[in-house]
């Protein structure tokens, strides 16, 4: 960025606004359209070791997850394969199909909403993709390869020793911690016995699975080791996303252009002010820093995840030089302009309300989704016949148990109420946990109450206590009689 006469004013100050194209292109890539290989400084400070604790915490979480269980079932699971779902311990079957599709919109509009008040935080702080990068992948490169200068000179010098060494260590742990990753991720899919059991018997009993976990193992390997950051800046729609929901009361990380603004190098004992330039002694830690490779003080850009390292760069040097914190910060875009703090408006309210009122809606739902689903079908073909002046219809019944208790059941006709029930054998219909059981039942009423060739019934499912459980309409058929 330069100052001329294309220079624009925001709010009555000099953020540089360059005419040049960096907008138009991507910080990772040449003019040529070669990549251009980020090696970001490894960054220190508050936020980072904020984000760093943020990071083990969710990582030990994603390991411990496929362990946990609750009343026996397993704290999470989404087995798409078999149709097997369990969220907080609680099962979910293809017929709650439309509960998990409404979990997902509530899920998006959520992400939508707090984007609009709170900007890319969810980038920075709590996406996979951020945490395994930044928080395993790179601490390992950082551990071998060293610091920003070390990597480029190892990336520059021939393929000599130390070179073949240090890589072939770097890439075998990688891949190694994909492998381990890849495990743990098929664990939540089809549970850790499952997993332990392909494992134990070999890839010839079970080839199907050892296929997806290499394969799942070298997608892994490929987006950290040599994808990483494109992923950010060119494949994931949140990113572009962004560029819609965002306005100028979004918090974001914002570079202080008033503040920041003529920039111009370190002059020890100078007074600044006096000489018409800005805090930002332009030392480009902030750039150096930031692993999608940007100039945060262009102004807010697409591929700025918001991890906060340019913030604890920029801390760093401010100290050091004597000037005060906060020239890159979490702050608004109007903020900014006006240099009045953000204060938590009525729009960020009503986000907020929005927000829970959202998740206690889709928890009323998911608590009033029953405990049990019951159906009675009449058998394709089949029809009534009539004895001892009685009609009687036959029901195939399917009684799935979302509870996690064992639960007895009796059955019983509602409307009409004279209806007599006949079992195929018990009474009493025993089911386990998280089970289907089928059976037969035959269903008859007095000739003289039928006057339709088709009535509607209600059978309802009780327990033993003579609670209702679940009721289901179906019909009854009877002859056919004229009416007068």
């Not at 960096?22 to 251009?36: F, P, V």
């Not at 102004?299 to 020239?327: H, W």
């Not at 890159?328 to 729009?347: D, L, M, N, V």
Request: proline share 4%.
């Amino acid at each position: 960025m330069h100052l001329d006469e294309n220079t624009q004013n925001r709010g009555g100050q000099g953020q540089v606004l360059s005419p040049e194209t960096y907008r138009d292109s991507i910080g990772t890539m040449e003019q040529s359209g070669k990549r251009k290989w980020v090696f970001p400084k490894k960054p220190q400070g508050k936020y980072t070791n904020y984000r760093t604790i943020v990071a083990y915490i969710l990582l030990a979480v994603y390991l411990a997850v496929p362990f946990i269980k609750i009343n026996g079932n397993p704290f999470i699971l989404l087995n798409i394969i078999d149709g097997e779902f369990f969220i907080f311990g609680q099962p979910f079957y293809p017929q709650d199909f439309f509960l998990l599709t409404l979990g997902a919109i509530v899920g998006l509009v959520c992400i939508i909403i707090f984007t609009i008040a709170f900007g890319r935080i969810f980038c920075g702080w709590i996406c996979p993709q951020t945490i395994f990068l930044e928080s395993v992948f790179r601490k390992i490169e950082f551990a071998i390869e060293g610091d920003r200068n070390r990597q480029m000179k190892l990336d520059r010098q021939e393929w000599n020793a130390e070179k073949i060494w240090k890589k072939s260590l770097k890439w075998s742990i990688f891949f190694i911690l994909s492998l381990i990753f890849t495990h743990f991720m098929m664990m939540t899919i089809v549970g850790y016995e499952k997993v332990f059991q392909t494992i134990a018997e070999g890839p010839f009993v079970h080839p199907t699975n050892f296929i997806v976990i290499i394969l799942f193992t070298i997608a892994f390997y490929f987006v950290f080791a040599w994808f990483r950051e494109q992923v950010c800046t060119l494949v994931c729609p949140y990113g572009r996303l962004q560029g819609v929901l965002i306005d100028k009361e979004t918090i974001n990380v914002f570079y202080d252009f008033n503040r920041g603004e003529n920039r111009a190098k370190w002059r020890k004992g100078e007074d600044r002010k006096a000489a018409g330039k800005g805090d930002c002694i332009d030392c480009f830690q902030c750039v150096v820093v930031c692993p999608t490779g940007i100039d945060i003080r262009d102004g807010q850009q697409l591929e700025c995840v918001n991890c906060t390292a340019c913030i604890d760069a920029c801390d760093e040097v401010m100290l050091k030089v004597g000037l005060p914190e906060g020239l890159i910060r979490y702050a608004s875009e109007k903020e900014i302009e006006t240099q009045q703090p953000t204060k938590f408006t009525g729009r960020m309210k009503a986000f907020v309300v929005l927000l829970i009122s959202l998740q206690l809606f889709l928890g009323f739902l998911l608590y009033n989704r029953g405990d049990l689903e019951a159906k009675f079908i009449k058998p394709a073909g089949s029809t009534f016949f009539v004895r001892d002046g009685l009609i009687t219809n036959i029901y195939n019944y399917t009684f799935l148990n979302k509870s996690n208790d064992k639960r007895i059941l009796t059955v019983k006709v509602i409307k009409p109420a004279h209806g007599e029930i006949i079992y195929s054998g018990s009474s009493r219909i025993s089911i386990e946990k998280d089970k289907i059981t089928k059976g037969t039942i035959s269903i008859s009423f007095p000739e003289k109450e039928m006057n339709l060739s088709k009535q509607n019934i209600t059978i309802g499912v009780y327990d033993l206590k003579g609670n209702l459980i679940d009721s289901y309409e179906t019909y009854f058929e009877g002859p056919f009689k004229l009416q007068f």
